[in-house]
């Protein structure tokens, strides 16, 4: 099955600082959809990017679907933006639409 | 429209007991995915349901749990003889059709 791979598996930054989290995938996707988990363990939807680019607000998402990867870009980062992000595809073939997930990066962000 | 909801949001039971849970999805959706989700890992799928028919079971759906969605609209998890490896956070999304997916808060199940 499909297989994917996040990275960096933890960050740590000071508020106010830009980041970069990577979503590498093994497989052709039908849909690519980045998260935000609370820490209270709600997951939040950021983008849902099969292909192209997004933005929204401080937050924008890249995914080159021929390369197999995506980016999420996190711009002045805030305390609230700490969390684990997780990047989630869909490769079925079939009827199915269920994601596969990665590990996801867990960011701090220190005031 | 008030997204995903899921009660209880904390269970807490004791080894050999039965659970249900509950997942109302967002109004208009016509899919239901069940996920589980454990300390430090993504999470992982379970099941699914198009309106009233469950389409898909995972291989870690043992025969000790049972998902229903009798009318097309809620569904229930069920768990019998709960074991301390079940212990985990049950997610429910919904879509409509195969688009974007939204997530309740979860069920924390604890089996002491």
């Known amino acids: 099955g499909i297989q994917v791979e996040q990275s960096p598996p933890d960050l740590i930054l000071q508020e106010g600082a830009n980041s970069t989290l990577r979503c590498n995938f093994s497989?052709?996707?039908?849909?690519l959809q980045w998260f935000h988990q609370n820490p209270w363990g709600q997951l939040i939807n950021l983008f849902y990017?099969?292909?192209?680019?997004k933005q929204n607000g401080r937050l924008s998402a890249t995914t080159v679907a021929t390369e197999r990867y995506s980016l999420l870009y996190i711009s002045s980062s805030q305390t609230t933006d700490s969390g684990v992000y997780f990047c989630?595809?869909?490769?079925?073939?079939?009827?199915?639409?269920?994601?596969?997930w990665g590990l996801g990066t867990s960011l701090a962000v220190n005031p | 429209d008030t997204g995903v909801s899921q009660d209880p949001r904390h269970k807490i039971t004791k080894r050999g007991q039965n659970v249900t849970f509950r997942c109302d999805p967002i109004?208009?959706?016509?899919?239901l995915y069940w996920y589980r989700q454990t300390l430090g890992q993504g999470p992982e799928f379970l099941t699914y349901?198009?309106?009233?028919?469950?389409?898909?079971k995972s291989r870690l759906l043992s025969d000790r749990f049972s998902a229903e969605r009798p009318k097309g609209s809620f569904s229930t998890l069920e768990i019998q003889r709960t074991e301390q490896g079940d212990s985990a956070m049950y997610l429910c999304?919904?879509?409509?059709?195969?688009?974007?997916?939204?997530f309740g808060p979860g069920t924390r199940l604890t089996v002491l």
């Open positions: 349901f198009q309106n009233e028919a469950q389409l898909e």
């Open positions: 109004s208009e959706h016509n899919r």
């Open positions: 990017i099969p292909s192209g680019t």
């Open positions: 999304a919904s879509s409509l059709d195969r688009n974007e997916q939204f």
């Open positions: 989630a595809v869909d490769g079925s073939a079939g009827n199915n639409r269920k994601l596969i």
């Open positions: 497989d052709s996707v039908n849909n």
